[in-house]
């Protein structure tokens, strides 16, 4: 190939790439005269705009300008000027009630006079017409002045429209309205101290799609009232056909200034203002405070826009389509162009490729030596092969590994190289000999299980010095507690509670390491996941009313639920994420789920959700790593930061799992899940413990109120409410959470109570969390009642018996009192207290004249809860009475 030949190619092999990069460059190019194009025609469109709207402002100007003149006119000339001989002919028209209209020849114009006036003013409305007429002859669009007379405070309308056909036709209401509000604008103008002249905003005659602004002028009279004359001026023959006239608007200027209005050139002034999806061009009125602001959609700005300028923006897109057509044919020719010219594309290929196999070889961490044994010259070698080479002999290591299959072992400079001798597939004279440097790799693995040795023995050192620590501390620990609780000073209980904190804290610790050592062994018992929540909160309770937090247990598993597992096991991990969750809630509560999954009987979950500011993601990381990150606190201490990783062990080996999960200033929750046996249980089928009792349920709260109904159902009760209990129906126990209900025998739930403490006859207040608690102060109420009933039935058959039968009153007492009972019992139905406080007293003095002192307790009692309007209360004690009436009886 000669060297013109050669030249030729390379241009031509060159040539794509430029042509490529014209391309590129041309549809840049195409790209940016398109924005320019859209602009410029955006730009000509809106400065097309701006000076049509400044030419309507000018004629705007203009006309105001000119029916100022013609209002100072007719107040100092037409008006004021007097009657003539003529005028005395001048008939005028009632219409109706205080409207007059003006006969005369007909001509442009017509008037209408509103109110009581004199003949003055009759002239004057002539004089007035008749000057309009000369100015109005040929005008087109409707035109009409107001004339409001300080004289006699009558209005005259003079219009080119037919007022006599429109103030007696159908736009007879039309025309009181216009007229009625233009009147109470001249007013308030005329009310108007510093305020001489003023303008309307635009308005639209609806019958005649006339557009309109009304320019009023106030004239004082000195010992009248101030004239106002009103112009309406058009503006359908100021605007072009182009624009549609309810896009225009009249609006004050804000921007106006004292000296702008005394400028009566002032410079023509435009805005344009994105509103939206309108645009507004506004623009000035001079001498005036007010702007003419005209808004167009964005779809006429870009329909307008798109058809000033469409043939040359069709254009522009054929040219970059083409542009864009030979970017992607020559950006690929390249790969043709290896035919015209193949051994210059075949050499660069070769050039490469030689270079990417020589960094390769570099890279390798292994001597690599390729040989041509007929030519004996070395085709490949890296660093590691170049450096022993001339060490080697290459003719008897490829002998020596012949008769070793391939891999022989030799000594260079009192170092142990591997060798290994492999012949190419492709060409039989070539070999290929990898070098491995033996003392390296023994060495680095000898370093790798030393390391691991001392891992694993540290790994055992760490986990003996924690549990020989652990066992240090415990016995120290529980002295130290033992000897703060037996101090009998202010401080001693803090003491004593910070020493049971320390031996806490160091029994976790131990459990800890039993569990990373994997030498904790559970123990399998058989327990009811309700016994053990009763023994969980009573010590979790001090910590909560401590911080007045409230506490809500809300167990879904059957009354009769046992479970095979460890019980230990769980009852630690509810205590801590409990502990946990109090010491991040500032505020709130916090409650505990207990549900059954449905799918698998076994498997337990166990949900506890609090109202904190919710734990970070730090601490969360608390629950793969212990100790790694810092937890909150309050002002009672810090949480836990071994929390988080002995639960999630210990459910571990329950079978399960812990997930948390928080959301900031909302809460966290904390599910625990775990797998426990079902014990096979018949007991459901037996008698249960409340079967045949009744009980009232009168309680506020709704999660409250779920708690005990589960209860106390599970316990065969069955539950009333006040609003569902009927009139005088029984029943036999009364629960409540609120302490003025209370009035009688009952129990009052709480939910900071440590068990069951009583407060008054009857009267006991009960943990409604604490499944044996409420079992036990149920019970304990059952049984004083019935211990009650046996000490009542007793002496009523015998001495208040026998009393009332030796009083003489006993025909009198049974034909009266039985009937006042069922009076107490219709007045309670319709809620007539007053009468039944009547009917209460009347019994009581009855009860009292004849020594029934049960019966005057019961009515006293009764009084009190009329005058605080208690009903369930109230039902309670009429049935009471009712009951101690009968055994009388």
């Known amino acids: 190939m000669s060297q013109s030949d050669t030249t030729a190619s390379t241009r031509f092999s060159l040539l794509p790439g430029s042509i490529t990069r014209f391309f590129l460059l041309l549809i840049i190019v195409l790209l940016v005269m398109m924005g320019v194009m859209v602009q410029s025609a955006v730009n000509t469109w809106l400065k097309d705009k701006s000076y049509q709207i400044v030419d309507i402002t000018h004629a705007i100007h203009k006309r105001v300008d000119t029916w100022r003149y013609v209002t100072w006119q007719i107040y100092d000339n037409i008006a004021a000027t007097a009657s003539s001989p003529g005028a005395e002919g001048l008939q005028e028209t009632r219409l109706k009630q205080d409207v007059y209209y003006l006969e005369k020849p007909r001509r442009k114009t017509e008037a209408l006079i509103f109110g009581s006036h004199d003949s003055s003013t009759l002239e004057m409305t002539q004089r007035i017409s008749s000057y309009l007429d000369t100015l109005w002859g040929a005008e087109n669009v409707p035109w009409s002045m107001y004339y409001l007379n300080g004289q006699d405070n009558s209005l005259i309308l003079i219009s080119t429209l037919p007022l006599k056909d429109l103030t007696s036709g159908f736009k007879e209401s039309t025309i009181g309205n216009i007229v009625d509000s233009r009147r109470a604008e001249m007013l308030q103008q005329a009310n108007a101290l510093d305020e001489r002249e003023s303008f309307s905003s635009l308005r639209r005659l609806a019958w005649q799609n006339g557009h309109y602004f009304t320019l009023r002028t106030t004239f004082n009279q000195p010992g009248h009232l101030a004239t106002v004359v009103a112009f309406d001026l058009p503006i359908n023959d100021l605007i072009p056909p182009g624009m549609p006239l309810d896009s225009f608007h009249l609006e004050p200027d804000a921007t106006s200034t004292t000296e702008h209005l005394n400028e009566k050139e002032s410079p023509d002034s435009v805005s344009i203002n994105f509103n939206n999806s309108k645009i507004e061009i506004s623009s000035a009125l001079n001498s005036t405070d007010m702007r003419l602001v005209w808004q167009v959609p964005f779809g006429s700005l870009l329909i307008d826009t798109l058809q000033s300028i469409l043939l040359p923006l069709l254009l522009n897109i054929a040219l970059l389509a083409l542009a864009l057509f030979g970017y992607t044919t020559f950006r690929h020719l390249p790969a043709r162009s290896t035919e015209v010219a193949p051994n210059l594309a075949a050499n660069n290929e070769l050039r490469v490729l030689r270079a990417i196999n020589e960094e390769i070889v570099s890279l390798l961490p292994l001597g690599l030596l390729v040989h041509d044994q007929e030519a004996n010259r070395t085709v490949i070698s890296n660093k590691i092969a170049d450096h022993l080479l001339p060490h080697l002999n290459l003719q008897n290591i490829t002998s020596m590994a012949e008769q070793h299959q391939g891999v022989i072992q030799a000594t260079i400079n009192n170092e142990l190289y591997e060798i290994r001798l492999f012949r190419s597939q492709i060409s039989s004279r070539t070999q290929i000999f990898i070098i491995r440097d033996q003392d390296r790799e023994v060495l680095v693995n000898k370093k790798l299980k030393q390391a691991q040795r001392l ?14 620590i652990g066992s240090a501390l415990k016995d120290p620990a529980k002295t130290l507690a033992a000897n703060a609780a037996a101090i009998d000073t202010p401080d001693s209980q ?14 976790e610790i131990q459990l800890a390491n039993l569990l990373e050592s994997d030498d904790w062994k559970g123990e399998s018992t058989l327990f009811s996941v309700q016994a053990l929540i009763d023994d969980v909160v009573p010590e979790v309770l001090p910590a909560i009313k401590r911080k007045g937090l409230q506490l809500l247990i809300k167990n879904h598993l059957s009354a009769h639920d046992e479970r095979r597992g460890d019980r230990d096991a769980l009852r630690r991990i509810l205590l801590l994420l ?7 809630t500032q505020i709130g509560k916090i409650t505990l789920e207990v549900d059954q999954d449905e799918s698998e009987a076994e498997r337990l979950t166990f949900r506890i959700l609090d109202t904190g500011e919710g734990v970070t993601l730090n601490e969360v990381d608390n629950l793969h790593f212990p100790f790694i990150n810092d937890t909150q606190g309050d002002r009672y201490g810090k949480a836990n930061p071994l929390t988080f990783w002995l639960c999630d062990q210990l459910a571990r080996k329950l079978g399960g799992h812990l997930n948390i999960k928080a959301r900031e200033e909302l809460g966290t929750r904390y599910i625990v899940h775990v797998k426990m046996p079902l014990h096979d249980q018949h007991a459901e089928s037996e008698e249960r413990l409340l079967d045949d009792v009744c009980i009232m349920v009168d309680v506020t709260s709704n999660d409250v109120r779920s708690i005990v109904l589960r209860q106390l159902e599970n316990w065969g009760a069955t539950c009333i409410t006040p609003d569902e209990r009927l009139n005088s129906q029984e029943y036999d126990l009364f629960l409540t959470d609120n302490p003025s209900n209370l009035t009688a025998s009952g129990l009052l739930l709480s939910d900071d109570e440590s068990g069951v403490r009583k407060i008054g006859p009857g009267q006991l207040r009960v943990n409604f969390n604490m499944s044996n608690a409420m079992q036990e102060a149920v019970l304990e109420l059952i049984e004083e009642q019935l211990a009650q009933e046996e000490i009542q039935e007793l002496p009523l058959g015998g001495d208040e018996n026998a009393e009332l039968h030796a009083s003489g009153y006993y ?15 219709t007045e309670a139905a319709t809620s007539d207290f007053a009468a039944l406080a009547q009917t209460a007293h009347r019994l009581k003095g009855v009860f009292a004249m004849l020594n029934l002192v049960p019966g005057k307790q019961l009515c006293e009692a009764l009084e009190h809860l009329i005058q605080e309007k208690d009903a369930p209360g109230i039902e309670k004690y009429i049935s009471d009475i009712d009951g101690y009436v ?3 009886l």
Do not use: C
């Not at 891992?455 to 020989?468: P, T």
């Open 578 to 584: 409990i502990q946990y969750a109090v010491t991040t």
């Open 494 to 507: 803090k003491l004593a509670d910070q020493a049971d904190v320390l031996v806490r804290m160091v029994d």
């Open 886 to 888: 009968k055994s009388l």
């Open 455 to 468: 891992y694993e023995k540290n790994q055992q050192a760490r986990a003996a010095f924690m549990q020989n």
């Open 811 to 825: 025909a009198l007492f049974v034909d009266t009192v039985p009937d006042d009972v069922k009076r107490l019992y």
